[in-house]
């Protein structure tokens, strides 16, 4: 299920990148910068399809990568375990942050 989530987070991530880099036509645009090897290898390959008007709303997800990984596969191991003390003990978004 965690790798599902991982795919998730990269594949909404790396979109999120394409668009901001192939929608923006500002004035700072003439002055870009792209950073190589950010991109998913899930998303690595796609092309632009065009410019956005610049009126358009651009919606975007950004993530992060997880700090500790291992810890976080264990908690939600145990939340789904009806032994564990913490199971259905969901964190705040305050708590995970």
């Not at 999120?16 to 929608?23: D, S």
């Not at 065009?50 to 264990?74: C, K, T, Y």
């Amino acid at each position: 299920m965690l790798k599902l989530i991982a795919r998730r987070y990269w594949l909404v991530l790396g979109v999120g990148v394409v668009l901001t880099f192939a929608g923006s036509r500002s004035g700072f645009a003439a002055g870009r910068q792209f950073l190589r090897g950010q991109l998913p290898e899930a998303v690595s390959h796609l092309q632009p399809l065009g410019w956005l008007p610049v009126a358009a709303p651009l919606q975007l997800a950004i993530g992060l990568p997880l700090r500790n990984e291992p810890a976080l596969n264990r908690l939600i191991q145990e939340l789904y375990d009806p032994a564990s003390p913490n199971y259905h003990r969901y964190l705040t978004p305050e708590q995970f942050a």
